[in-house]
């Protein structure tokens, strides 16, 4: 059942996002730009996977969270994807240390904090969680990809059953 696949990418979401703040707050791991970004994104996917699972919609309303679904995955995914690349990189090939993230936000425009953002920063590549020889990045990484093909494919599959 859609509703069902929905919901439950929703509750992989909060999951996820719990699990986050958790190692924030009760472990002492300071999130990096890039990871407040992913958290964005997974959090985003959550609440577009909310919205289907309470609206629940026929035919071309599918389709629609379809897209929606897709474009959140798609985004975190590729944060993610930069931010396993940033980690990867030898010591000493990042910049510095920039200004904490709400720093940036106060004094920049938001397309120029998304770029410095992006290009990362030498706190986006230290490595200080891992999970079966893959950090964090990696996991949000595989989460996304997971959940946006479910939630792509169970919504895309619906809608045109629903069309014929």
Not at 24 to 35: K, R, S, T
Request: aromatic share 10%; with cysteine.
């Amino acid at each position: 059942d859609r509703r069902l696949v929905n919901f439950s990418g929703f509750v992989a979401c909060a999951a996820l996002v719990a699990y986050a703040l958790y190692t924030q707050f009760y472990q002492g791991l300071e999130p990096c730009p890039l990871c407040i970004f992913q958290r964005i994104g997974v959090a985003l996917l959550g609440l577009v996977f909310l919205a289907a699972a309470i609206h629940n919609p026929r035919g071309r309303g599918g389709t629609v969270y379809a897209c929606l679904l897709g474009a959140a995955a798609l985004a975190t995914l590729g944060v993610a994807a930069r931010h396993a690349y940033v980690q990867s990189l030898p010591p000493g090939s990042l910049p510095s240390c920039g200004a904490p993230l709400g720093s940036l936000l106060k004094f920049m425009p938001l397309w120029q904090v998304i770029r410095k953002v992006l290009t990362g920063s030498g706190e986006c590549g230290v490595v200080s969680w891992r999970f079966l020889g893959l950090a964090m990045p990696a996991w949000v990484l595989i989460w996304a990809l997971i959940l946006g093909v479910c939630g792509v494919a169970a919504n895309l599959r619906r809608g045109a059953r629903a069309a014929r």
